[in-house]
């Protein structure tokens, strides 16, 4: 089967730097997304890997290693406004999305 | 660019009644478009794929007699919960594929916004 694991949630502190982290078990890889969700609004879009390497975009970046199945998101000067689920999602041979559960991310002062 | 739009926002139903939930892409053309399902804390499901011309393709467990779909035009996509109960109150999100890559992640999906629906 297909299957995407993140940890549940996580606790960072503001001004600080945090790792989520993302494995995957896919038929097939055609990319990774990286979505960003409040509560009660719909996923914004993060970041896209499709190549082994690192991403980087402002505070945020992400990595990937298709051999490990492995991605990571980097959020960097965490800001009260980062409190949000992170969802991981890969791209399987079929061009289906396989989400993640998300990764509940709180930040404190 | 990019932009999903879905109506309405939120609505309270009585048990019993089918409520409509529209998705349109705005600026682009979507042959593709999904419908998700959310509750509280918990990630999106999937419920089903909806192709422009075709019948929807459903995820297992998804009763399609219950769920009906309707993607009637390249930029709208119509989600009908018919005879809605308590526990089809959700978060409903819709999301869409654009038919020419607008920015440079393939098959990126653009997401709604998203409608609240509650059944009492």
């Known amino acids: 089967g297909q299957n995407i694991d993140q940890p549940t949630e996580m606790t960072a502190t503001e001004g600080a730097i945090v790792q989520i982290n993302c494995t995957y078990q896919?038929?097939?890889?055609?990319?990774l997304f990286w979505y960003q969700q409040h509560a009660g609004e719909a996923p914004t879009f993060l970041s896209y890997?499709?190549l082994d390497g690192l991403e980087e975009k402002g505070r945020f970046s992400s990595f990937l290693s298709r051999s490990k199945g492995y991605s990571y998101l980097l959020l960097k000067e965490l800001q009260m406004k980062d409190s949000a689920s992170y969802l991981c999602?890969?791209?399987?041979?079929?061009?289906?999305?396989?989400w993640g559960a998300g990764t509940k991310l709180i930040i404190k002062p | 660019g990019a932009v999903v739009s879905q109506h309405p926002s939120w609505v309270i139903c009585k048990s019993g009644t089918s409520v409509k939930i529209e998705c349109r892409s705005l600026?682009?053309?979507?042959?593709?478009m999904f419908w998700y399902r959310q509750f509280p804390k918990q990630s999106l499901m999937l419920m089903a794929t909806?192709?422009?011309?075709?019948?929807?393709?459903?995820e297992q467990g998804v009763e399609k007699d219950k769920f009906l779909i309707n993607h009637a035009s390249l930029t709208l996509s119509t989600l009908t919960v018919t005879s809605a109960h308590p526990e089809d109150s959700s978060f409903y999100i819709c999301?869409?594929?654009?038919?020419?890559?607008?920015?440079?992640?393939?098959?990126?999906?653009?997401f709604g916004p998203g409608t609240r629906l509650t059944v009492t």
């Open positions: 999301s869409a594929y654009p038919d020419q890559q607008v920015n440079t992640a393939p098959y990126e999906q653009y």
């Open positions: 600026d682009f053309q979507a042959t593709t």
């Open positions: 909806s192709n422009e011309g075709s019948k929807a393709t459903y």
């Open positions: 896919t038929s097939g890889f055609n990319g």
């Open positions: 890997n499709v």
């Open positions: 999602a890969v791209t399987d041979s079929n061009y289906q999305l396989i």
